[in-house]
C-alpha cells in the first residue's frame, strides 16, 4: 500500500466518522480559505508535493498568499483550478512588524494588481494601535479599486477601519479575530451587517471544538450567521503543511457535528462566495 492511498484511507476515515462525506463515500468539498506558501516551503515541498498533500487531505481548493508574492502566482499557473492566489505583501515573515511603515509599498503592490491575476491581498498583519496608518488606508484602497478581497489579521479596529475607508470591500478576517471570542465576533458581525465580511476558524480548532466537539457558544453563533464563516487551515509553516491533513480532519470532525447545509456552507460553499468574482472571471 503507498503512502498516498493510506492517507486517502486516514481521510475517508474520518470523514465517514464526523458525517462530512458524500453518498457516494467521497469526502465532501473543502477549501482552505487561508494558507501560505513561502521560500521556506518551497526549499522543502514543490508544487506539485503541495498539490498531492490537497489530493490526500480531500481538499478542492486552496487560497495561498506567497512570501515573496511569485510564489502564489507560481502555484497558481502549476494548478489553476485548485489555487487561488493572493497578492502577498510581504518579501519574508520579517515584514510582518515593518510592512506598514514602507511608504513605497502600495506602489509596488499597485503595479502588480493592474495585472489582474488575483483574488485578493494579503495577510495584512495590523493591530489597533496601527488602524490609522496611511499605508495600510492605501492598501484598502487598493482592494477596493481592482475589487480585491482584502485578508486581514487584526484586532476588530482594523476590520472597521477598513470598512470606514471602503464601506462595500470584501473582507476576511483571520482566525476568528486576535480575540476569538464569540461575543466579540458577533459584535462585530452586527456592526457590519449587511457588508461583505467573511471570518476564517483557521488555528482556532482546538479553542472552539476541544477534542473535536464545537462548543454550544459557537454552535449557536455559527447557525445565527451561516454564511460568515469559512474554514480554513492556515499552513504558515512547514511543520503545519506537515500535519496538513491531521488539520483537515480535525476541521471535517467539529463540522461534521452541524446541520449538513451549514457543514456545507462552512466547508466549501461560503467560501466559493467569498471568492465568487475570482472564480467566474479568473485568468
Avoid at 101 to 114: I, K, N, V, W
Avoid at 149 to 168: K, Q, S, T, W, Y
Amino acid at each position: 500500500m503507498t503512502r498516498w492511498t493510506c492517507w486517502t484511507l486516514t481521510t475517508l476515515l474520518w470523514c465517514l466518522l464526523s458525517g462530512s462525506v458524500l453518498a457516494d463515500g467521497r469526502p465532501a468539498p473543502l477549501i482552505d480559505a487561508h494558507s501560505h506558501y513561502t521560500a521556506s516551503h518551497a526549499r522543502e515541498m514543490t508544487a506539485s508535493d503541495l498539490i498531492a498533500r490537497l489530493d490526500a487531505a480531500g481538499v478542492s481548493r486552496v487560497v495561498i498568499t506567497g512570501a515573496p508574492w511569485q510564489l502564489a502566482r507560481d502555484l497558481h499557473t502549476h494548478a489553476p483550478d485548485r489555487v487561488i492566489p493572493l497578492l502577498g505583501a510581504y518579501a519574508s515573515d520579517a515584514d510582518k512588524a515593518t510592512w506598514m511603515h514602507d511608504r513605497e509599498l502600495p506602489a509596488r503592490l499597485a503595479t502588480l494588481a493592474a495585472e489582474g491575476r488575483w483574488a485578493g491581498i494579503g495577510e495584512l498583519h495590523l493591530f489597533a494601535r496601527d488602524a490609522g496608518n496611511e499605508v495600510y488606508a492605501e492598501l484598502v484602497r487598493l482592494a477596493h479599486r481592482h475589487h480585491l478581497m482584502l485578508l486581514i489579521h487584526g484586532d476588530e479596529a482594523v476590520v472597521d477601519r477598513a470598512f470606514e475607508i471602503a464601506p462595500d470591500l470584501r473582507v476576511l478576517w483571520a482566525h476568528l479575530g486576535t480575540e476569538p471570542k464569540p461575543e466579540i465576533v458577533a459584535r462585530v458581525l452586527q456592526r457590519h451587517a449587511g457588508r461583505a465580511l467573511w471570518i476564517d476558524t483557521s488555528v482556532r480548532d482546538d479553542r472552539i471544538a476541544p477534542r473535536g466537539q464545537l462548543l454550544p457558544e459557537w454552535r449557536q453563533l455559527f447557525e445565527a450567521h451561516p454564511d460568515r464563516f469559512v474554514v480554513a487551515v492556515d499552513a504558515f509553516s512547514t511543520r503545519r503543511w506537515q500535519r496538513y491533513g491531521e488539520v483537515t480532519r480535525q476541521i471535517r470532525q467539529w463540522v461534521g457535528g452541524l446541520p449538513p447545509e451549514l457543514q456545507e456552507r462552512l466547508l466549501w460553499r461560503n467560501a466559493e462566495d467569498l471568492f465568487e468574482p475570482w472564480l467566474k472571471g479568473r485568468p
